[in-house]
Every structure is written in structure tokens, then in C-alpha cells.
């Protein structure tokens, strides 16, 4: 949730964390870090689905 608040860049209406101390303490370099995050996973889910669907996975049982 940090780093969803920290790339959104503004607060929420309703949230269980703080969105404005989490803003008002993000340093530059969390926005990179946030933006590493999201991109890496977003690219390890397509990597495992493309993995899951094209080698078969799911029916190896070794």
C-alpha cells in the first residue's frame, strides 16, 4: 500500500493507512523504488502465466 499512495501521489478518501504522512515522508527515490516494484511484478505475472500456459505446468506432477 505504500508504494500504490506514493505512485498515485495523493491521498485517498478512505484508507486503513495514512496516505498523508506517507507523502509528506517519501523521499524521490521511493517513487523509483515504488515504480521498480510495480513494474517487476507486473512483468514476473505475465512471465508466470505465459510459463503456466505454454510449458504445461499446471499437469506436471514430478
Do not use: C, W
Not at 507523502?23 to 517513487?31: F, Q, S, V, Y
Not at 523509483?32 to 505454454?54: C, D, E, K, P, W
Amino acid at each position: 500500500m505504500y508504494a500504490i499512495v506514493i505512485r498515485r501521489q495523493k491521498p485517498a478518501k478512505a484508507t486503513i493507512i495514512n496516505d498523508e504522512a506517507i507523502l509528506r515522508h517519501a523521499r524521490p527515490i521511493d517513487l523509483i523504488l515504488a515504480r521498480i516494484m510495480h513494474y517487476s511484478f507486473t512483468i514476473t505475472m505475465i512471465l508466470a502465466v505465459y510459463g503456466y500456459f505454454a510449458y504445461d505446468l499446471g499437469e506436471r506432477a514430478y
